[in-house]
């Protein structure tokens, strides 16, 4: 019975370290690996408890406030990929979105099955990613009072 119990308590721990570790050892919401995080806990280890921090304190401001904390680590893995300067809002750095959750922390919206956008007003740019199985047909639409040809999103 003792042995059962040392097990369970054990793997309580393990998945609770895992859980609040894997924030920050992978870049939040996104399958990958965080490579300068990693040279960061070699030069100073104090890191992981600053980051189990805020990623804790984040937790008590709701789905908003972990999604801002995702956000800002992927900031600062850019802004450390790209040489140390502050984030520019690119993400050519990370690899290409994946799934929904690696959309959403990155800012994009879903706006149809397999669509998804972002919208930088400061930049005035709009971002759209497609799935590759997404089917376009052309069709004619009214804009203004005038027809125009448009390929539109099955």
Request: charged residues 20%; without cysteine.
């Amino acid at each position: 019975m003792r042995k059962k119990l040392k097990i369970l308590i054990i793997m309580t721990v393990a998945l609770g370290a895992s859980s609040l570790m894997s924030n920050t050892v992978f870049i939040a919401a996104t399958p990958y690996i965080n490579k300068p995080f990693l040279a960061q806990v070699v030069r100073s280890p104090g890191v992981v408890i600053q980051n189990t921090r805020d990623y804790i304190a984040s937790i008590g401001q709701g789905k908003q406030g972990i999604q801002e904390y995702q956000q800002q680590r992927i900031e600062s893995y850019v802004a450390e990929q790209s040489g140390g300067g502050e984030a520019t809002g690119s993400l050519a750095a990370l690899p290409p979105p994946r799934g929904q959750d690696d959309f959403e922390a990155r800012g994009y919206a879903q706006t149809a099955q397999g669509v998804y956008a972002k919208q930088d007003v400061s930049a005035n740019t709009i971002e759209f990613y497609f799935n590759e199985d997404a089917r376009f047909e052309k069709r004619t639409v009214e804009v203004n009072g005038e027809s125009v040809e448009a390929w539109v999103l099955q």
